[in-house]
């Protein structure tokens, strides 16, 4: 049976055939076998790499050779060079302080970045000062509007009214215009028909030029008053024997006897 077992799982045998081994096959293996908690050999990773090997040399570049490249020849690289080597670079430690220049720089960036307490200060004080100014000018601007907030509802309300009277008369103008095109067509037409829109238009036609003609009457009418308004005063100022300037009508004249 454990030979057709063998036959038909050939890795159920290996493991199997490891199971009466030691847990540790040597260290020069790439690998060991552990038991689990269902007895079978389980395959773990044992393999460590060597540490790489430190590398102690110190690599001072010759500034006078030509082969050097540039940025081996510069303060920073310098820096470098003592901050990994130390007094065996063979460097000044000096050069790893600021020079003028940079410390001029520095100090300028500081002041752009980190103002003093003086500076903060005064920003935040501006700053306050400016919010305070915003926050009076709104409460004017609602207090203002809270004033004017009476007005403005009822300005609307009438505007609605208006709006709404305007449609109720444009409503009852056009059922108007319709009753009149039916009746003198003398039967019901449809509105879309072209017969009944050409009606309308007449009808509307010949409303607009009574409108102009009534207009005109009733100028015709107030030029007439006030030409008769005129000559009666004309005569009453000559039966005092004053006279009048027709071009300048509401400006009277002064009398001789007041002179």
């Avoid at 102690?56 to 006078?64: F, Q």
């Avoid at 609602?142 to 403005?152: Q, S, T, Y």
């Avoid at 000559?238 to 009048?244: F, K, L, R, S, V």
């Amino acid at each position: 049976m454990a030979t057709s077992m063998a036959r038909e799982f050939p890795r159920l045998a290996f493991l199997c055939h490891f199971r009466n081994l030691s847990p540790c096959l040597g260290s020069s293996t790439a690998s060991r076998y552990s038991r689990t908690h269902n007895d079978s050999c389980v395959q773990v990773a044992r393999y460590r790499a060597p540490p790489f090997p430190l590398d102690r040399s110190r690599y001072i570049p010759d500034k006078s050779d030509p082969k050097t490249p540039e940025f081996q020849k510069t303060l920073k690289f310098d820096r470098k060079l003592w901050g990994r080597h130390g007094e065996a670079s063979g460097l000044d430690p000096s050069i790893c302080w600021p020079t003028k220049a940079e410390l001029a720089e520095m100090q300028e960036e500081e002041r752009d970045w980190s103002p003093t307490l003086q500076e903060m200060q005064q920003s935040i004080a501006i700053k306050r000062s400016a919010e305070e100014s915003d926050r009076l000018a709104r409460e004017k601007r609602i207090a203002a509007n809270m004033a004017r907030m009476p007005k403005l509802i009822e300005q609307v309300y009438v505007e609605r009214r208006l709006k709404k009277e305007q449609l109720e008369e444009a409503k009852k103008s056009k059922e108007r215009l319709i009753a009149q095109a039916r009746e003198r067509l003398g039967y019901n037409v449809h509105p879309s028909s072209p017969k009944f829109v050409a009606m309308i238009e007449e009808i509307e036609n010949e409303e607009r030029k009574q409108k102009k003609k009534a207009k005109r009457a009733k100028q015709e009418a107030i030029k007439e008053a006030f030409k008769a308004a005129m000559a009666t005063a004309e005569a009453a100022k000559i039966q005092d024997g004053a006279t009048i300037n027709t071009d300048i009508p509401l400006k009277p004249h002064k009398n001789q006897s007041d002179q």
